[in-house]
């Protein structure tokens, strides 16, 4: 068995990079949920839903997030009453939203809900919410000092505003999702997916259970670098190291995640930075790992079966 | 000032007359919300969107609700999820849904987001929730027992099954939404429009405040009967007429109304009905009442508008 930490498009490919090397039926993921929102009343979980979306074959490969061939009448006709439509909603991506809040509405849980969606689009992996509970990566903003919501930082402000701090609401209390701490003790490899460290791995990290259970297996955990040559190929993880006072290096991720790694996989670009990350006591690999394509995406699949023990 | 009482698709082709024929400003709807529906977490108020939609004149005039030239993307993706479908929303209709649960969310009442709904419409009817408080009309089944909200009823079941009776859970007390009594007070004529009796107009009664403040006014209060030559014009008026011990008449709307009107307006085709009505001391004026065109029904408008007294 397999064991992914997984946040949204680089979690999504490599999942799908893994399928094409091992039976899906073999890897669990276990998704971010910190940047889960509440819109008009609906319950959108953004990562679950890229992964999902990604691993069916029917994601946006140009938005990197939503459905390919959507459309957009029911929030064109959002914005004609006033409504707020800085969060786009597609026609059928709605669906899986009215679904899933429907039927936490009838009791039950995201495990369950989360399983009946992949079950119905025909995915195999297992995706587990990292958490039933309600938890809330918050962002406070360096010039105002206020904290907003994290889709209201990183789609509303399209992340281009300074932030000082990152906290995720609840996560003290919060329980690991059934089935995650036995996914990650049972794994023969826990995998960290190259998603952002900061706000799609650290809001995982920050349930106690699932930190304490990967912090045990730290010997067979093994984390792919999101940072090639000093930026991130998506999103702001690069800006964020740095405005949060890490490196944004290989460097700076290998210890950023010291304490719960054994091994770090970097993109050959950032080869020469393999000597100071095996200083930290951390095995380097070099490979490919900017997922271009599905073979990129399997060979890196293939690499990271191959560091089992 | 005008205030009608109102249901869903007979209600909003009258006050489409009314408006032909007096300014719309000086028109209120106090609408039913008994039919309110949570689906997938959306707060749906069937009865205030059609008179909305009418009004606005984009109501789909083939099914009787929703939009015209509408798309149901959401609604076959949600299906294929397995999501429960009976309940149809068009993709262009979910954003009305969507906008009010967004701002009940906020802590907006049912008033004014009617009001930020219809003023982006561009409608000056004023249309007023019957109330803010959850008034759920209710159906017990006759052959099983079994109590099933109105839309289950209407919608899943398509009003195909007897019930042996309708209860409006919450109505004791509930308040009128203020601004309500007032409309009723301060109206030259009060009419009820020909909409279902027993599940339109009677949950708006089932509310004590609006009853009371209707009653205080029966000699300026005028129905328009739903039942033409004994059939409903649409929906299941008749039936339930007669399941629940009435009269699919004329006269049996009459004697429904008898404690609230002082004059009941009948079809042509009733003429015959007349004397009975008025044996009854409830003013009978008969007139054509089947609103086909908009003509027929700003005649109708006219017709009321002349029994001010």
Known sequence: MICVLAGGVGAARLLNGLKDVVPAEEITAIVNTGDDAIMHGLYICPDIDTVTYTLAGVNNIETGWGLKGETWLAMESLEKLGGETWFNLGDRDLATHLYRTGRLAEGAGLKEITTEITSAMGISVNLLPMTEDRVETMVTLLESGDEISFQEYFVKHRHDISISSVRFNGSAEA???SGVVDAIKEAEIVIIAPSNPLVSIAPIFSVPEISDAVKARKEDVVAVSPIVAGAALKGPADRLLNELGHEASVEGVAKYYQEWIST??????????????????????????????????????????????
Do not use: H, P, Y
């Open 175 to 177: 329980q690991a999702t």
């Open 264 to 309: 770090l996989v970097i993109d050959t670009a950032d080869f020469d930075s393999a000597e100071n990350i095996e200083s930290l006591g951390i095995d380097c690999v070099v490979t490919e790992t900017v997922m271009a394509d599905s073979q990129i995406a399997a060979s890196l699949g293939s690499t990271l079966l191959g560091l089992k023990r």
